[in-house]
């Protein structure tokens, strides 16, 4: 089990990420909040702000690219 460890407030508060054997999760975390130093409840709102945006622009990436993928449906009338 992969734990990692955060200092926000000045209080340690260290996460158990489970099984991550290519460190995809911790390399998510570490994206907009470090380990290296205190981080401010200002600090960890910035963050869940930055990545919500990050979902956001990525959902509407997806939802182009499924626009453009015909349906099962689709096909099948053009068989018959």
């Not at 992969?2 to 489970?18: C, E, M, P, R, W």
């Not at 990050?54 to 939802?63: S, T």
């Amino acid at each position: 089990m992969k734990k990692i460890t955060f200092h926000i407030n000045h209080s340690a508060y260290t996460v158990d990420l489970g099984e991550d054997p290519d460190g995809t999760l911790e390399d998510g975390l570490k994206k907009f909040l470090t380990t290296d130093s205190n981080l401010s409840t200002e600090d960890l709102l910035l963050a869940y702000m930055r990545k919500t945006q990050e979902l956001i622009h990525f959902e509407k990436k997806l939802k182009n690219i499924m626009l453009t993928i015909p349906s099962i449906g689709q096909f099948d009338s053009e068989d018959e």
